[in-house]
Nanobody, 119 residues
């Protein structure tokens, strides 16, 4: 069974840092784009950062200069380094990946990991 498993969330003070990880597992032939989304209470899910298989990246304006997305293709893993965290970064963060598996090319989501920024 193909799945994405996130880790690294938690509670951090404003100005602090966290690193999220997301590992894809199962019968995967290839992975295209990987990304991080987040959803704050009462708000719609929004894109945070995306990275292509060739390591091109793009970011939401709200996180540019503070967050860095990267990936390790050998480990089928994507990371999100979050620095200078603000209370408005509080949300459930979801991993996303476009993967080719036995049925074909599909989009997959992780179960989410909570990030809380508070003093």
């Amino acid at each position: 069974q193909v799945q994405l498993v996130e880790s690294g969330g938690g509670l951090v003070q404003p100005g602090g840092s966290l690193r999220l990880s997301c590992a894809a597992s199962g019968s995967i032939f290839s992975i295209f784009d990987m990304a991080w989304y987040r959803q704050a209470p009462g708000k719609q899910r929004e894109a945070v950062a995306r990275i292509t298989s060739g390591a091109r990246t793009n970011y939401a304006d709200s996180v540019k200069g503070r967050f860095t997305i990267s990936r390790d293709n050998a480990k089928n893993t994507v990371y999100l380094q979050m620095n200078s965290l603000k209370p408005e970064d509080t949300a459930v963060y979801y991993c996303y990946a476009e993967m080719v598996t036995m049925p074909g090319r599909s989009a997959y989501w992780g179960q989410g990991t909570q990030v809380a920024v508070s003093s």
